[in-house]
């Protein structure tokens, strides 16, 4: 290897050999097709079981959205900015993963027994008085404990495992990077989806458990195999300075420039317009009369449409670059979406009018991953992540409960195709103003993160 493929091929004091690259995106590709497999598991299933066990609306987007969002924005910054600053011989992303998988492992476990243990508490003399004074019912107080402990422990996970990757993957080959990652993780969905969801209604439990314990094998054995390097020493001063300096320290570096709030508000609304997803099952199952399997199989076909497209995207990504590819995939989002609203009335136009419409979705999701370690500095990029899942999360816990009131109130799960709209076209605005203020910066060879 000659110093200009070394060059290429370190990050850090890493360096990897050609047959070392293929091995290391082998085992984190493994590792994101692992847990994609196990997130797809709650937003799938958990709102089936909520809803035929008397959960309204308003409570399912409050479990699934509200709670996540809520833990998101409290934990994911103190983890982000813990994680950038800590040293152990094991690195510094590592030891969050495998601490905090058994913990993982256990809830997810747990999960799909709330309606029992709600029963089985139901039956307790201090349980039954304490629920006197619950606006809640015993299903939605027990599911919403256990959800809000599963995702504070995953959230160790979600956050820290993209930090690996920008910390362990050289430079030189992150973009091919994310679209195998993109490709791996799509997989994952097609496998759920395929084979797994259609058996939800009669094996949810053993669904739950076997999920938990694949994950909990592979996660941890990928985090043996992949090593980080040796980092530079954290800022003595930031070690020796109280915790309400890092606070401070967050915040000014985080929000003490303009174009990081135009970054955030474009992250945030993408986000936003998800917020009905969870609802779509009920449109396809109670008001198209699908069965589970169909609808399993449904977005299994759309899955492998999508490993079709990824590759062509991210070549289109390198020629429009990711600002270009985001403004047009939100654009074109918006106005697909408001076409499935008004043409959906069958199984075979659900399906044509899914797949079109992840075009520009699969666009916007494999251009962010770029655009935001572009935008990002480096030695921050946990940091800045953090926040901006901090803040997208903040208004996502309010957003989560209104949706649910609004599809209790309007009684049509149409309306899932609806809802996006306005939140994409705002974030397709917010990005062309990141583009502009980033062009002022210096651009593509002059932009420095502030």
């Known amino acids: 290897m000659n110093i200009h493929d070394e060059s290429r091929f370190r990050v850090g004091t890493l360096i990897y050999s050609p047959a070392g690259l293929v091995t290391l995106f082998a085992w984190l590709l493994w590792g994101d097709f692992v847990y994609t497999l196990m997130e797809a598991v709650m937003p799938a299933l958990l709102p089936m079981m909520l809803r035929d066990n008397g959960a309204s609306n308003q409570a399912i987007g409050f479990i ?57 508490l139901g039956g307790c003399g201090w349980f039954a008085e304490l629920l006197k004074y619950s606006p809640v019912t015993s299903l939605v107080l027990i599911s919403a404990v256990l959800v809000a402990t599963f995702q504070l422990f995953n959230m ?23 679209g195998l990652f993109r490709v791996f993780g799509t997989l994952a969905g097609l496998v759920f989806n395929y084979f797994i969801f259609g058996m939800a209604q009669t094996h949810m439990h053993e669904i739950f458990i076997g999920m938990a314990l694949f994950y909990g094998f592979f ?48 992250y945030g609304f ?6 009905a997803n969870v609802f779509g099952i009920f449109f396809s199952r109670d008001q198209l009369g699908l069965t589970l399997d169909q609808i399993g199989k449904m977005s299994a076909y759309s899955g492998f449409c999508n490993v079709l497209i990824i590759y062509p ?40 009018w899914n797949i079109l419409s992840n075009v520009p ?49 309007i009684k049509d799960y149409r309306y899932v195709f609806l809802w996006p709209v306005p939140f994409y076209l705002a974030g397709a605005v917010t990005a062309w103003l990141v583009y502009r203020k980033w062009k002022s910066m210096g651009g593509e060879t002059g932009y420095q993160a502030p």
Not at 70 to 75: D, E, F, R, T, Y
Not at 223 to 242: A, F, N, S, T
Not at 316 to 322: A, H, M, V
Not at 333 to 346: E, N, Q, R, T, V
Request: glycine share 8%.
């Open 270 to 275: 993408f986000g936003w317009g998800g917020a």
């Open 313 to 352: 995207l991210g070549i289109l990504i390198d020629r429009w670059g990711s600002h270009k590819s985001i403004i047009a995939g939100l654009f074109g989002a918006a106005g697909l979406k408001m076409i499935s609203f008004c043409l959906i009335h069958d199984y075979w136009s659900l399906l044509l």
């Open 219 to 266: 996660i941890t054995l990928m985090c043996l195999m992949v090593k980080e390097g040796e980092y530079p020493p954290p800022d003595r001063k930031e070690k020796r300075d109280h915790w309400w300096n890092g606070i401070r320290n967050y915040a000014v570096e985080c929000f003490g420039h303009r174009i990081y709030w135009l970054i955030f508000a474009a």
């Open 156 to 178: 160790f996970i979600s956050s820290v495992y993209y930090y690996l990757i920008a910390d362990v993957v050289p430079e030189a080959f992150i973009g091919r990077f994310y």
């Open 64 to 120: 699934i959205s509200t709670i996540f969002m809520m833990v998101n924005a409290v934990a994911n910054p103190i983890i982000s900015y813990k994680s950038d600053r800590f040293r152990s011989r094991w690195g510094r992303r590592r030891p969050f993963i495998l601490v905090t998988t058994p913990f993982v492992v256990a809830l997810l476990t747990l999960i799909p027994f709330a309606p029992e243990i709600s029963r089985t």
């Open 361 to 409: 979705l699969c666009l916007v999701g494999l251009a962010m991953c770029k655009w935001l370690i572009d935008l990002y500095p480096r030695d921050r990029y946990g940091q800045f992540g953090s926040a901006s899942a901090m803040t997208s999360s903040i208004i996502a816990a309010m957003i989560g409960p209104l949706c649910g009131i609004f599809f209790d109130y």
